[in-house]
């Protein structure tokens, strides 16, 4: 994640102080580094995100959690990999792709540096 934020212009120095515990699906805990906040586009909405970073590897890039989902008034849903939630244009989906999602993850369990979570 150090990697990433670093190639978006960013650095540790950028990060506000904050250790949140995160629970790993495996079980194992680790501590955010810290929070930074990235304006984020999602479906012609901006707004200010707070993310928090670890320092490892991960299957996901993001996890948009419960603040942001409440903030946006979204629906998710995993089973059908969408996201649904109302602007001052009318209901905005955004969706995934189930076949280039499955191949992220057979990749990623692969990938010697990434343990499977």
């Given at each position: ?46 707004k200010q995100v ?36 109302p602007t001052p ?18 990749v990623a369990l ?8």
């Amino acid at each position: 994640m150090l990697e990433t934020l670093k190639g978006m212009g960013f650095s540790k120095k950028n990060l506000a102080k904050k250790a949140v515990p995160i629970v790993r699906f495996s079980g194992e805990t680790k501590h955010s580094l810290g929070e930074i906040v990235i304006l984020t586009y999602a479906g012609g909405v901006n707004k200010q995100v707070g993310y928090l970073v670890i320092d490892g590897p991960s299957t996901d890039n993001v996890i948009l959690g419960r603040p942001w989902i409440h903030e946006m008034k979204a629906i998710p849903s995993t089973y059908h990999q969408c996201l649904k939630f109302p602007t001052p244009w009318g209901v905005q989906e955004i969706r995934g792709d189930q076949e280039e999602a499955k191949d992220c993850y057979k990749v990623a369990l692969k990938s010697p540096t990434i343990p499977p979570t």
